[in-house]
């Protein structure tokens, strides 16, 4: 059976790629917790926005469990390497046309050791299935 990819990403591509295509600004707006990596001044009510213009970011990379880019931030303009789990992010919309807004349900994140360990158990579940109500043979 195959394994079902998320969709979250490809809606956050498809936001981005209408941005780009009319010249919007693309926000994301992410609710802040330990796995996030942002720059925490920035942080207000436990929520940061950010501006994902290809003007205002570098190096942006996003998978199926979390993205990742370069920014500069505050007066002096230090670089930060901003990583925030997918599952984090409340919004992402064009700044103007809001209406265009696609929201997603926070959850909970697990840490990346967590997540790793639960990848390998899904994989190895996935290499060797086991039929439910029959016990595994005896060798003698």
């Given at each position: 059976m195959p394994t079902v990819r998320p969709?979250?990403?490809y809606l956050i591509n498809a936001v981005l790629q209408y941005c780009r295509d009319t010249?919007?600004?693309p926000?994301?707006?992410?609710?802040?917790?330990?796995?996030?990596s942002v720059p925490t001044?920035?942080?207000?009510?436990?929520?940061?926005?950010?501006?994902?213009?290809?003007e205002a970011i570098?190096?942006?990379t996003m998978d199926d469990d979390e993205l990742s880019f370069q920014a500069r931030f505050g007066e002096n303009n230090r670089i930060f390497t901003v990583v925030v789990?997918?599952?984090r992010i409340i919004a992402v919309t064009p700044l103007e046309h809001q209406e265009f807004a696609m929201q997603f349900e926070v959850l909970p994140s697990i840490p990346r050791e967590g997540r790793e360990a639960a990848d390998a158990a899904a994989k190895a579940a996935e290499e060797n299935p086991r039929i439910p109500g029959r016990r595994p043979m005896r060798v003698k």
């Open positions: 969709m979250k990403p010249g919007s600004t926000y994301l707006m992410v609710a802040v917790d330990d796995c996030c001044e920035f942080v207000t009510d436990g929520r940061i926005i950010f501006d994902l213009s290809d570098h190096n942006f789990p997918l599952n």
